[in-house]
């Protein structure tokens, strides 16, 4: 995941796996990131992710903060995944890709909020400036 951040030309901190859930919102108070990626890869990640992505949600300074997961959410197959989708977007998330779907969509989801954040460059910007 960092590396495609980074190719799609993000700066990425990395904090690691199994970080603990208080760690994971004071590292976003204090680098105020563009985008929370969590990522799982053993099947248990759809839990953790919703108590975390409440924790977040209840900082006021994080409030704004996009937030997504993906990965190995859960072990019961297709009619699990349509559950843990719905109840992690109620909970918080922006968005959620499940390790089926590919990075397609995760890859179109960074590329379009990127898009919105960057700011319009201004007519004549880049002309010379006016004395």
Not at 50 to 78: D, F, N, T
Not at 90 to 105: I, N, T
Not at 115 to 122: E, G, H, M, S
Request: with cysteine; net charge negative; glycine share 12%.
């Amino acid at each position: 995941m960092q590396l495609l951040l980074e190719d799609l030309g993000h700066h990425v901190v990395n904090l690691g796996p199994c970080i603990a859930q208080d760690e994971i919102v004071e590292s976003c108070c204090k680098y105020q990131p563009d985008l929370l990626v969590v990522s799982s890869v053993n099947g248990h990640g759809f839990h953790d992710a919703e108590q975390l992505v409440r924790a977040l949600r209840a900082r006021w300074e994080l409030a704004g903060l996009p937030a997504v997961v993906g990965g190995k959410l859960g072990v019961h197959g297709a009619e699990g995944r349509t559950g843990h989708r719905r109840r992690l977007l109620s909970a918080g998330f922006d968005a959620v890709f499940h390790d089926e779907e590919g990075l397609a969509p995760f890859t179109a989801f960074v590329t379009a909020l990127a898009a919105d954040r960057t700011p319009p460059v201004p007519a004549g910007a880049g002309e010379g400036a006016a004395r």
